[in-house]
Nanobody
Framework: QVHLVQSGGGLVQAGGSLRLSCVAS????????MGWFRQAPGKEREFVAA????????DYADSLKGRFTISRDNAKKTAYLQMNSLKPEDTAVYYC????????????????WGQGTQVTVSS
């Protein structure tokens, strides 16, 4: 299986930036796509960003384009989510995830999940 370990969450003020990391280990050859999702209390888990590990193609939730950037470091087997111009509405638990296919946008399409990390944006 693929094991994902996240880091980089925390508390920031509105307008600030934060970078989340997700390190993959285990059977990483099965992980052909990585994604970031977030879930706020009382809400469904929603898509944030995705990247194809092999092609570097990316996609984002429309509302987050221009503020969030997903990237990867192949040597470190790490995916990142750079979050800029943060808003209180971005407050949520953020999860990284991996799937064996490529760019995917639904939680059900992902097989492996990180532990989640809290991102809190104060006004």
């Amino acid at each position: 299986q693929v094991h994902l370990v996240q880091s980089g969450g925390g508390l920031v003020q509105a307008g600030g930036s934060l970078r989340l990391s997700c390190v993959a280990s285990g059977r990483t050859f099965s992980s052909h796509g990585m994604g970031w999702f977030r879930q706020a209390p009382g809400k469904e888990r929603e898509f944030v960003a995705a990247i194809s590990w092999s092609t570097d193609d990316t996609d984002y939730a429309d509302s987050l384009k221009g503020r969030f950037t997903i990237s990867r470091d192949n040597a470190k087997k790490t995916a990142y989510l750079q979050m800029n111009s943060l808003k209180p509405e971005d407050t949520a638990v953020y999860y990284c995830a991996a799937n064996p296919y490529g760019l995917r946008y639904r939680p059900s399409q992902y097989l492996y999940w990180g532990q989640g990390t809290q991102v809190t944006v104060s006004s």
